[in-house]
């Protein structure tokens, strides 16, 4: 309802409560609440006893009216559940994917401006203050489970297409599943599944951008290898428009997956990778394997050339 009120108020200077009430087929008392309500979140809406409501001001919040307004997908973010502040979104996003009977569709999105715990891989912590997109997509991909290393890079390139579009700013992937500017962090991807025999039932796919943020407000030991759009910019980014970018990119690049089309999703990564040619060391949980990063290979894996020139194949560690 306040979506349809917003559309009104968008389209012309003034409108009176009587035109919104009979627009909408309800009472303009109830008109006068929902305009309460947009008030509260953020929205400032003067009003004039002849002229009516008039919209002066909309917030920089990534509410679902102002997401879905302009946004140019078939199915994915056509739902979304918007938090001012929640735990993770990839929690709810699992919890919900768990409800696909009860109509969670494929491309559900989870949304937050704050995340109060914030995840990253293997338990780590992801830091989310206000002014980042925290978000995170439900999908139900008809595919093996070995399509989740797939799913990660194809979300970095989406990434990365999105921050160039709209910013005009160059960044990278470091693989799996950073994306830096200048050496330095601005988003982490964290993609979990559920399957069943050989089949995807799920994947929630978690991306964390810095966007309008000073990298000075997160802990002190990863200040120095942080960074934010806006930093980078210097000026601040219109996160709904890179949100709603980074969603159709998304889905683009996952329609071609979905098409077992991988190849040609991973010819743009290795543009865009910081990783390939350069000596790294890959911490694999039990060990750490040293070597010159040679390749990607069509699962997605990282094809290390160790000293001793044999190849290792690794599908999921950490390049320190
Ligand atoms: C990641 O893990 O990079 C995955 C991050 C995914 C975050 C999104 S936000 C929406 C969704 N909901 C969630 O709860 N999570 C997802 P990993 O590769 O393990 O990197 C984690 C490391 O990145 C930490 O140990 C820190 O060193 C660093 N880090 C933490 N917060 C950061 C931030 N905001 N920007 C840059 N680096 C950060």
């Known amino acids: 309802m306040t979506?349809?009120?917003?559309?009104?108020?968008?389209?012309?200077?003034?409108?009176?409560?009587?035109?919104?009430?009979?627009k909408l087929n309800i009472s303009r008392v109830a008109i006068w609440k929902q305009i309460q309500r947009l008030k509260a979140t953020g929205y400032k809406i003067i009003s004039d006893q002849n002229l009516g409501y008039c919209l002066v001001f909309r917030p920089d919040l990534l509410l679902p009216q102002?997401?879905?307004?302009?946004?140019?997908?078939?199915?994915?973010?056509?739902?979304?559940?918007?938090?001012?502040?929640?735990?993770?979104?990839?929690?709810?996003?699992?919890?919900k994917a768990l409800h696909r009977a009860e109509g969670i569709e494929e491309g559900t999105l989870i949304i937050a401006e704050r995340q109060s715990?914030?995840?990253?891989?293997?338990?780590?912590?992801?830091?989310?203050?206000?002014?980042?997109?925290?978000?995170?997509?439900i999908l139900y991909p008809q595919l093996s489970p070995?399509?989740?290393?797939?799913?990660?890079?194809?979300?970095?390139?989406?990434?990365?297409?999105?921050?160039?579009?709209?910013?005009?700013?160059?960044?990278?992937?470091?693989?799996?599943?950073?994306?830096?500017?200048?050496?330095?962090?601005?988003?982490?991807i964290l993609t979990e599944m559920s399957a069943e025999l050989d089949i995807i039932s799920w994947v929630v796919v978690g991306i964390g951008i810095n966007v309008n943020i000073?990298?000075?407000?997160?802990?002190?030991?990863?200040?120095e290898n942080t960074i934010s759009l806006?930093?980078?910019s210097g000026k601040e980014v219109l996160r709904v428009k890179l949100v709603q970018t980074f969603l159709k990119e998304f889905e683009k690049y996952y329609e071609i997956l979905k098409r077992r089309?991988?190849?040609?999703?991973?010819?743009?990564?290795?543009?865009?990778?910081?990783?390939?040619?350069?000596?790294?060391?890959?911490?694999?949980?039990?060990?750490?394997?040293?070597?010159?990063?040679?390749?990607?290979?069509?699962?997605?894996?990282?094809?290390?050339?160790k000293e001793d020139g044999e190849l290792a194949e690794i599908i999921s560690g950490t390049v320190t």
């Open 117 to 137: 715990a914030g995840k990253g891989r293997l338990g780590r912590k992801w830091f989310s203050p206000v002014g980042g997109i925290w978000l995170s997509v």
């Open 146 to 188: 070995s399509y989740i290393s797939r799913i990660t890079l194809m979300t970095a390139v989406a990434a990365v297409k999105a921050i160039k579009i709209c910013t005009q700013i160059k960044s990278q992937i470091k693989w799996p599943n950073d994306i830096l500017i200048n050496e330095k962090k601005v988003c982490g």
């Open 214 to 223: 000073d990298h000075r407000e997160f802990p002190e030991d990863i200040q």
């Open 66 to 95: 102002e997401i879905q307004r302009g946004l140019s997908t078939n199915y994915i973010g056509k739902e979304i559940y918007y938090f001012p502040e929640l735990k993770s979104t990839n929690i709810i996003a699992k919890e």
């Open 3 to 22: 979506g349809d009120i917003l559309k009104f108020l968008r389209e012309k200077e003034y409108v009176s409560g009587e035109v919104l009430a009979h």
């Open 261 to 305: 089309e991988f190849s040609s999703v991973l010819k743009e990564w290795k543009l865009y990778s910081h990783t390939l040619g350069k000596k790294i060391r890959v911490d694999i949980g039990e060990r750490i394997i040293t070597g010159e990063a040679v390749d990607i290979n069509e699962e997605g894996a990282l094809i290390l050339k």
């Open 230 to 232: 806006k930093e980078v």
